[in-house]
């Protein structure tokens, strides 16, 4: 069982029979009152974000969740298939919802972590940083840059990204998948 101490961002636990990730955690003491946990977390089963204020007397049972390795095939309206790594036959989907928060950033043969609760396999992960292609560029607007300037470009994967003004379009750069934003450029176009 696992307690409100345990409740540490990226730990896994069942709420109401369901499976859940943590992604933030606040102590909060107020004058007179017993202190709380306040938390954020996202269910694995649909992908949904939820806030919740936990007591000190609350306990959890840490999800059994296993990590595999996939491949990401390609997507067809709101159907998102991966293989396994290994034996492309092992094929499944899963609902737009499920990667709603991921699937800007899935391109076709992209390595990712599948997490297995129960023997099914309910969510992927992606990995932390990710190079991506530049597809759309505007130019960079000389002027006031003094406090570094930024443009909007268009990555591989559809998504749009805000980049430095020297980025142009067939630039290769890295984005942080978990915020969504640039870390640098890795190559240049030539």
């Given at each position: 069982?696992?307690?409100?101490?345990?409740?540490?961002?990226?730990?896994?636990?069942?709420?109401?029979?369901?499976?859940?990730?943590?992604?933030?955690?606040h102590h909060l003491k107020m004058q007179q009152r017993r202190p709380v946990l306040q938390t954020r977390f996202r269910n694995l089963l649909n992908g949904k974000i939820l806030?919740?204020?936990?007591?000190?007397?609350?306990?959890?049972?840490?999800?059994?969740?296993?990590?595999?390795?996939?491949?990401?095939?390609?997507?067809?309206?709101?159907?998102?298939?991966?293989?396994?790594?290994?034996?492309?036959?092992?094929?499944?989907?899963?609902?737009?919802?499920?990667?709603?928060?991921?699937?800007?950033?899935?391109?076709?043969?992209?390595?990712?972590?599948?997490?297995?609760?129960?023997?099914?396999?309910?969510?992927?992960?992606?990995?932390?940083?990710?190079?991506?292609?530049?597809?759309?560029?505007?130019?960079?607007?000389?002027?006031?840059?003094?406090?570094?300037?930024?443009?909007?470009?268009?990555?591989?994967?559809?998504?749009?990204?805000?980049?430095?003004?020297?980025?142009?379009?067939?630039?290769?750069?890295?984005?942080?998948?978990?915020?969504?934003?640039?870390?640098?450029?890795?190559?240049?176009?030539?």
């Amino acid at each position: 069982m696992l307690s409100i101490s345990d409740l540490k961002s990226g730990v896994y636990f069942i709420l109401n029979g369901q499976p859940h990730e943590v992604l933030e955690t606040h102590h909060l003491k107020m004058q007179q009152r017993r202190p709380v946990l306040q938390t954020r977390f996202r269910n694995l089963l649909n992908g949904k974000i939820l806030e919740q204020n936990f007591q000190q007397s609350d306990t959890f049972e840490e999800a059994d969740i296993e990590k595999t390795k996939v491949k990401y095939l390609y997507n067809h309206r709101v159907e998102f298939w991966f293989s396994d790594q290994n034996d492309p036959s092992k094929r499944f989907r899963l609902e737009e919802s499920t990667v709603e928060h991921i699937k800007n950033f899935l391109k076709a043969n992209t390595v990712l972590e599948a997490l297995k609760f129960n023997g099914d396999i309910i969510n992927v992960e992606l990995p932390v940083k990710m190079d991506f292609l530049v597809t759309e560029s505007p130019p960079g607007i000389k002027g006031d840059t003094a406090q570094g300037g930024t443009k909007q470009v268009k990555i591989e994967s559809g998504a749009t990204i805000n980049v430095p003004l020297f980025i142009n379009e067939g630039d290769t750069i890295r984005i942080n998948t978990q915020t969504g934003q640039y870390t640098e450029r890795v190559e240049k176009s030539r």
